[in-house]
């Protein structure tokens, strides 16, 4: 991949400015509203379930009732999401998530929640997501107007994701001192009311289904196979697969532990805990800017394999740390790190997929990614009640190393395997590749 990404393209693909189109403008600052009040919300219950139990394990085990369903379920969703309107399915889920949130806010408000109560209430939260995170991923290519615009609007969805992860929780920290867990999903489940209204104005253009070569319409069984079969049978696509799932399950559970950094390690509260997330929101927020500057794919393969090994240093290093003003800068490398591996990875398999496949490849995408997610956090709260919070951390850093060096160690057959793609859709000329063969 590394050499496909960094080879002369067949013209100038200066990726069009997702900004110039109002489809997107709208949607994105429904997003910047609904998603502020999202990370708001997640540092909240973090905090409450901490606060409740004294226990890391129970934070990795609400982690896990509000994510399991993804495993389960993305691969339907993805179905589901390649056979509806997409736009109608992004606002029934943004409306559930709304009354999700309230019902959290008046569980908060009674003063006794139980956390039998938090964990069916993330069980919900978890039903919403399966079907409403494939959903909006291939819904953003609908309102394209163009597929030169589909970098631009990916690194710009991902700045968004992570500058509203750099204010929402510095507000909770601010709001959970002031008022209560409470009142972080209140004002969640208002700013949802943003990105419903947004969503309404919006115009998409979603293409019709392919009807299999007989003209029969494919059943929702025989899609499942095919997805799957498409996915991990074309080995670009089965590699980045691989490697969400081992960063899901082994990396990204670094996150279900900073409550417990925040309070036992740099003896805080939840101000330490909204600045230890927004330390590497800062790095998310830079690396996304970086890409929004970014003309197409080309050179993210290489990225991508400096990404996962900047993760995992910077996981390492920040298990080591002992005071808070050494962890924030560490935070901010593992922020820059991760939302590169992310958002990079994401832009290539979103290039490479066949159109009539993406909802369903975009679904397992999610599930290696999100399903895989409660899994690796209950193990890393488990595990941290054995080794500890520090050497927890320590391991994940280790994993994402051994991952880039897996990645890259196959580099030269994905590029082999993903070169005929992106000659096919001009981002790679044929003529720039025999110069590149003959060299």
């Not at 990726?15 to 708001?40: C, D, H, K």
């Not at 889920?93 to 993330?122: E, K, R």
Request: net charge positive; aromatic share 8%; with cysteine.
């Amino acid at each position: 991949m590394a050499q496909i990404v960094e080879t002369i393209p067949a013209e100038d693909h200066s990726s069009a400015s997702a900004l110039a189109n109002p489809n997107l403008r709208l949607y994105f600052a429904g997003q910047v509203v609904s998603m502020i009040g999202t990370w708001m919300q997640q540092m909240a219950l973090s905090w409450l379930i901490y606060r409740l139990t004294d226990s890391t394990f129970m934070l990795g085990l609400v982690a896990f009732a509000s994510q399991a369903p993804s495993f389960l379920l993305t691969p339907f969703a993805g179905i589901v999401a390649d056979r509806v309107n997409r736009k109608k399915m992004v606002i029934l889920t943004q409306t559930l998530a709304m009354i999700q949130a309230g019902m959290l806010a008046a569980l908060a408000f009674s003063h006794q929640p139980a956390i039998w109560q938090l964990m069916a209430l993330g069980v919900f939260s978890g039903l919403i997501s399966a079907f409403d995170l494939p959903t909006r991923q291939t819904f953003l290519v609908d309102m394209l107007r163009s597929r030169e615009e589909l970098p631009n609007a990916i690194a710009i969805n991902s700045s968004i994701t992570t500058l509203t992860r750099l204010i929402g929780p510095a507000v909770a920290g601010l709001f959970i001192a002031w008022a209560g867990e409470a009142m972080c999903f209140v004002v969640n489940a208002v700013s949802y009311i943003a990105v419903i209204i947004a969503l309404c104005f919006v115009t998409a253009h979603q293409k019709p289904r392919v009807l299999n070569a007989d003209g029969r319409d494919p059943g929702p069984l025989e899609q499942l196979k095919d997805g799957f079969k498409y996915a991990f049978s074309f080995r670009p696509i089965r590699a980045l697969l691989v490697l969400m799932a081992g960063i899901s399950l082994f990396v990204m559970p670094y996150n279900v532990l900073m409550t417990a950094f925040a309070r036992d390690v740099f003896h805080g509260d939840a101000t330490t805990l909204g600045i230890l997330t927004a330390a590497s929101g800062v790095g998310s927020l830079a690396a996304a800017l970086y890409l929004a500057t970014r003309k197409g794919v080309l050179g993210l393969g290489r990225w991508i394999v400096a990404s996962c090994a900047m993760f995992g240093i910077g996981l390492i290093l920040f298990g080591f740390c002992k005071t808070l003003w050494l962890a924030v800068p560490v935070l901010v490398m593992v922020g820059f790190g991760s939302m590169i591996l992310l958002a990079a990875s994401n832009t290539i398999l979103q290039t490479l997929v066949d159109e009539d496949k993406r909802g369903r490849v975009m679904s397992i995408y999610m599930m290696c990614f999100m399903g895989l997610a409660p899994f690796g956090s209950m193990g890393a709260g488990a595990l941290s009640t054995h080794i500890g919070l520090a050497q927890t951390v320590v391991l994940c850093g280790i994993v994402g190393g051994i991952l880039a060096l897996v990645f890259a160690s196959r580099l030269h057959l994905i590029r082999r395997d993903a070169r005929p793609i992106y000659i096919e859709r001009g981002i790679l000329s044929a003529e720039a590749e025999l110069k590149v063969l003959n060299a």
